[in-house]
C-alpha cells in the first residue's frame, strides 16, 4: 500500500479538496430533508435543484477565492465566472447524479477538475455518503483516502463487469444503446447503471469495476475520473478508442487489456466510426428490433 503524505499535495489539489468538501457539506445536510429540497426540469429527465446551485456557489468561491484569474467551466452556470481567457480552467459538476439525490438513493457525487493548457492536472471526486475522497494529480497517481488506486488486473472480458449511463434526453438513440448493452451484457459478467458518471470512473480507477462506457456526457462528467483513471493505469477514451474525447460526448474506459476489448464491441456505434463500421452497428440494432418484436 502506498500512502500520501498530505505535504506532498499539490498546492491546487488542496484547494479542490477543500471545495469539494464544502459542497459535500452542503449535500449531506440537504440529503437529511430531501423531500424539502426544491427541483425544477431543465430538459425532459434532467433535474437541478438548489442544492446543485448552493454546491457550485460554494466550489467556485473557494476556488476564485485561490485563484482569482483561472477560468471555470460548471454545470450550472457554463463560463459565467472567472477568467474566460484563463491557461487554468476548472471543470466542475456540483452534484453529478442529482435524480438518485432526489429519490434519496445513495450514489451520487462531487466532480472537479483542473485543465491546464488542455491537460487536466488535479482531479477530485467526492463521496459525501461514504466520505470517500479520490484525488489524482498528473504524474502522482490516483488515491482513494490516500491508499494508492490501481485498475482492474482482470484480463477477460467475460469475468468484467462493466458500467453504464442510460439515455434519458429526448432525442436519444434509445435503439442504439440497446444493442451496445445487449452487446456488452452477453460477454461480460455483469452491467451496472448507478446513475452518476463522474463517480462511475472513479470506481473503475479504484477497480471496482472494470470498465464503463455513455454516450451523451459533458466534460464535468468526465474530466475529473478521466485522470484519476489514466494514473491508476487505465485508459480512456471515445468508442472508437482515440484519446480526445473530453469535447466529444461519448467516453470509454477501462484497464487496458479490457479497453481494447471494449473497443471492438462499440466501435461500430461511434459517431466517429467509419461506412463499414456503422453498417455494423445498423445490422446489429435491427436484428436487436426485430428479437424484440417477435417476444412481444
Known amino acids: 500500500m502506498t500512502i500520501a503524505s498530505s505535504s506532498s499535495i499539490h498546492p491546487m489539489l488542496n484547494i479542490a479538496i477543500k471545495a469539494a468538501r464544502a459542497a459535500g457539506t452542503i449535500i449531506n445536510r440537504a440529503a437529511l430533508d430531501v423531500e424539502s429540497v426544491r427541483v425544477s426540469k431543465k430538459m ?18 473557494t476556488l476564485l477565492s485561490a485563484y482569482p484569474d483561472h477560468g471555470i467551466l460548471a454545470e450550472e452556470s457554463g463560463r459565467t465566472h472567472g477568467n474566460p481567457n484563463a491557461e487554468h480552467l476548472w471543470i466542475i459538476d456540483p452534484l453529478d447524479g442529482t435524480t438518485n439525490f432526489i429519490h434519496g438513493f445513495p450514489f451520487y457525487c462531487v466532480s472537479i477538475a483542473l485543465q491546464s493548457r488542455g491537460r487536466l492536472e488535479q482531479a477530485v471526486v467526492y463521496d459525501p455518503t461514504r466520505n470517500d475522497l479520490f484525488t489524482s494529480t498528473r504524474g502522482r497517481g490516483a488515491f482513494l483516502n490516500d491508499r494508492r488506486l490501481r485498475v482492474s488486473k482482470r484480463i477477460r472480458l467475460k469475468e468484467c463487469l462493466i458500467s453504464t449511463g442510460f439515455p434519458f434526453r429526448d432525442g436519444d438513440d434509445f435503439n442504439a444503446y440497446l444493442s451496445m448493452m445487449s452487446q ?39 474530466a475529473a475520473g478521466a485522470l484519476l483513471i489514466t494514473e491508476a493505469g487505465g485508459l480512456v477514451g471515445n468508442f472508437t478508442g482515440e484519446a480526445d474525447f473530453l469535447y466529444q460526448r461519448e467516453c470509454l474506459a477501462a484497464s487496458p487489456k479490457i479497453y481494447g476489448q471494449l473497443v471492438t464491441l462499440l466501435q461500430p456505434y461511434s459517431k466517429f466510426a467509419g461506412v463499414a463500421e456503422k453498417a455494423i452497428a445498423t445490422q446489429a440494432i435491427a436484428q436487436l428490433s426485430q428479437d424484440i418484436d417477435g417476444t412481444k
Open 44 to 61: 425532459e429527465n434532467d433535474f437541478v435543484t438548489e442544492v446543485d446551485q448552493a454546491s457550485e456557489n460554494t466550489i467556485i468561491e
Open 184 to 222: 456488452v451484457m452477453t460477454r461480460t459478467a455483469g452491467l451496472r447503471r448507478p446513475g452518476a458518471a463522474a463517480l462511475d470512473m472513479a470506481y473503475v480507477a479504484a477497480g471496482f469495476s472494470d470498465g464503463f462506457f455513455e454516450t451523451g456526457l459533458q466534460p464535468w462528467d468526465m
